[in-house]
């Protein structure tokens, strides 16, 4: 049976779960008060610590000023605005901590979560994945066995051990000390063309460039085998041991999307200013070789292509337009699923390929080389 149990608390307030055998959800916010409820938990208050057991899953609400130890937890575990220190010894599934301070944890058996946190995060080992988005902080990482995302970190990066792949969006902050990115998988680094920084990379797979268009790096291999790649001079230096692939990219190459807790959010980067540009230079393009197909096949043929040209050059745009405003926010716990929504897929631009290839038909009905007829069929099937 279900109860809940209220308590009066102060400014130094400490919750300690000794053991939680189900799911744990502990939630800070403006009441003064500590309320916990579950299916069957024994709770005991001494000198302001909160001392709790757990046969089953509980939820904790507290004042976000308080402080949090959590011994023992046999299913997932959420924290959310928890302002005080967080300290996490195991946690047998999935732990997500959200718009808190930094924290300390000994062992997660499942995956690793964390946004928007003020403060360093320490994290010994972590049998799944770990991905952590805006911090102030610095991240360390002793032992991972899946892959590693660190997104807009400001504090050093101290990953030591990662069996999987590591990618690092956003600056790399300037800090007093080097950062360490070790892996045995591939190593992403996805930064800013403005923000200087120097790599001393070892592997044993390829160093590239993958944003040459976008990003101005400098990638050096020296007579040991060693790299050195620099983006402007006297920035922060990374050091990385990885035994996959190191690519640099523009941060402007990420189009990413994540669940934070409360929101799902989808973030597409598109060009609208280039594509205007080639949406220009190949209107021209047609409106010449309009004129020259309407003195030679007649004025009615010419409006029926322009029009199809028109169709689809507009819808095109369209797509491309809905991609650059997509950024979607589906609330989950309105409604009943006990899960976040599966994460749509973005909308694929559309290349240039097919304005080409409309006035490649074009320029072959000019020339004679295919009939009306062919043409129409061609510049249909473009359309589907």
């Known amino acids: 049976m279900t109860k ?42 001494k000198d302001q610590v909160i001392h709790l057991e757990a046969n089953d899953d509980m939820k904790i609400s507290t004042p976000s000023h308080a402080s949090v130890e959590i011994e023992q937890n046999m299913g997932d575990c959420e924290l959310k605005k928890i302002d005080g220190s967080i300290r996490l010894e195991n946690v047998m599934g999935d732990l997500k901590i959200r718009q808190s301070n930094g924290f300390t944890v000994t ?63 956003g600056p790399i902050a300037a800090v007093g000390g ?43 291999q020296g007579d040991d085998g060693d790299w050195v790649a620099s983006i402007g001079e006297d920035g922060p230096i990374v050091i990385i041991d990885a035994k996959g692939d190191v690519a640099l990219r ?24 280039e594509l205007g540009q080639l949406g220009e230079k190949i209107g021209k393009m047609f409106e010449s070789i309009g004129d020259r197909l309407s003195s030679k096949f007649g004025p009615e043929f010419s409006e029926e292509i322009s029009g199809k040209i028109d169709k689809a050059i507009n819808k095109a745009t369209s797509k491309i337009e809905k991609a650059e405003r997509a950024r979607v926010r589906v609330h989950p716990f309105a409604s009943a699923a006990p899960r976040p929504p599966k994460a749509p897929k973005a909308p694929k631009p559309p290349t240039p390929d097919q304005g080409a290839q409309q006035l490649k038909i074009l320029e072959m009905l000019e020339a004679g080389d295919i009939s009306v007829e062919d043409a129409t069929t061609l510049l249909k099937a473009l359309e589907r």
């Open 4 to 45: 809940k149990e209220t308590f009066t608390v102060g400014e130094d307030v400490i919750i300690t779960v000794i053991n939680c055998a189900g799911d744990l959800a502990i939630k800070g916010g403006d009441d003064p008060e500590l309320s916990v409820k579950g299916d069957g938990f024994t709770v005991v208050e």
């Open 107 to 169: 062992a997660v058996y499942g995956n690793l979560t964390g946004r928007k946190l003020a403060g360093d995060v320490s994290v010994h080992e972590v049998k799944g994945d770990v991905s952590i988005s805006g911090s102030n902080g610095g991240v360390t990482l002793d032992d991972v066995m899946g892959d590693v995302e660190l997104r807009n970190i400001e504090g050093l990066l101290n990953v030591k051990s990662v069996v999987g792949d590591v990618k690092v969006i």
């Open 178 to 220: 080097k950062h360490h990115l070790n892996a045995n998988g591939d190593v992403d680094l996805y930064l800013p063309a403005d923000a200087p920084v120097t790599i001393m990379i070892d592997t044993k797979g390829e160093v590239r460039n993958r944003s040459k268009d976008r990003l101005d790096a400098n990638i050096i």
């Open 250 to 273: 523009s941060v402007d190459d990420d189009h990413h999307y994540y669940f934070d807790g409360d929101n799902f959010e989808v973030d597409v980067d598109f060009d609208l200013g």
